[in-house]
Each structure stands twice: as C-alpha cells, then as structure tokens.
C-alpha cells in the first residue's frame, strides 16, 4: 500500500532558528497536507497543496508540492517556543475523497 | 458549533470488553472519518461515512470492529472482545464533500483507548 516517509523523525532547534522537514512518498498523490498535532489533542490542518509545483504560505509556514508528485517539504521561519508538537504530513490520490495517508511525524522542539 | 466532539476523551477497559466510542462532527459536515493513532505513528485510517452511507473501510477494520452513522449526523465506533492491541487512540474527523481547501477535514481531539 502506500507509504510516506517523513523526515527528519525529531528535531531540536534554537528558537529564532529556521526548519525544513520533508515527506515522500511510495506513490503519486494529488493532494498534500500538512498538520500540527499538539499532547491530548487532534491533528490541525496547517496547509493544503493541490498541484504540483504548488509553493503555499501560512504565516511563517511555507509548504511545497514536489513537481513529481510524490513527495512535499514543509519550512517553518524564525520560530517560537510554540512551534512544539507533532508536524504530520498526509498525502491523498482522490483529491474527492476523505481517505488521507499520514506520515508517522517529525517532533519539533524550541529551545528559547 | 464548537468543532467535532468526541465521548469518552479516554477509557480503560479489560481486555475481552466491548466499548463503544461516540462522536459528533460539525454540524453543516456530511462526511465523518474514524482514524486510529497508535504512539509515535500518524493517524491511520479506518473508515468515512458520507451522510449515513459508509463509502469505504480499511483492511484495519477487523470483524470486531463496526461504525455507524445512523441519521448521518453523529457516529459511533464499537471495538468488540477488545484485545491489548487496540491500545489507541481514535480520532474522528468531518468535512465537506467536494474539492478543495473548505472541504478538508477538522479532527476532534480523540478517545484514548487502553485495554488492560
């Protein structure tokens, strides 16, 4: 079935310092998603990518759909004691349809 | 409406158990999706209802395993003869059909499943 591979698995920056973590993938999807997931709580959609090539911002967040298909980066600039969490990135071939295939996650942690 | 919601936040229950978990998706949301997290692992998915009709299931869901969406509001997940390994914990989520980023999905905040 299909796998995404999410790299790196954890993280430890200075705050003020800049992250990239990248998620690739087995298989061509059309649709890339990015989540933050914080203790005791459901994942949050930070970004959607639906073309390739695609390059979308959040804020200090900035995502990219890989032009193959099959695989996306996530930036995170200047960033702050609450960055911390899970960032999940989940791929989906129908882009009609619920079902997403998560990566297994990169753990971020700020030093202030 | 404050989001999906999600009954019991956590449960404990012996193994060989049944329990069932319930959630209530954003109102206006005719899609509902059940996905299990297990510790240090993405969500994993398990099964989506659009209105009342279950439209697909993961090989994940065991025989033990049943949701339903009865009036295509709420949903209810049931985990029969519960085994160690259903240690979890479930998510449910609900969306729009349709295309693009108003229709991707909101999470609630899941059910910690532990089965001892």
């Known amino acids: 079935g299909q796998q995404l591979n999410q790299s790196p698995q954890s993280m430890f920056i200075q705050e003020g310092e800049d992250v990239s973590m990248n998620c690739t993938s087995s298989s061509i999807f059309n649709t890339w998603l990015w989540y933050k997931q914080d203790p005791g709580e459901g994942p949050v959609l930070l970004i959607a990518l639906y073309k390739a090539g695609e390059l979308t911002s959040n804020g200090r967040l900035t995502a990219q759909f890989g032009i193959t298909r099959k695989d996306s980066f996530l930036n995170i600039s200047a960033s702050i004691p609450s960055d911390v969490g899970i960032y999940f990135c989940a791929g989906r071939f129908n882009t009609n349809a619920g079902k997403s295939t998560f990566g297994d996650g990169t753990t971020l942690t700020v030093k202030p | 409406d404050t ?33 299990r997290q297990t510790l240090g692992q993405g969500p994993e998915f398990l099964t989506y209802f659009q209105n009342e009709a279950q439209l697909e299931k993961s090989r994940l869901l065991s025989d033990r395993f049943s949701a339903e969406r009865p009036k295509g509001s709420f949903s209810t997940l049931e985990i029969q003869r519960t085994e160690q390994g259903d240690s979890a914990m479930y998510l449910c989520a609900s969306s729009f059909s349709g295309f693009g980023l108003n229709t991707e999905a909101f999470f609630g905040q899941g059910t910690r499943l532990t089965v001892v």
Do not use: A, M
């Open chain 2, 3 to 35: 989001g999906v919601s999600q009954d019991p936040r956590h449960k404990i229950t012996k193994r060989g158990q049944n329990v069932t978990f319930r959630c209530d998706p954003i109102s206006e949301h005719n899609r509902l999706y059940w996905y």
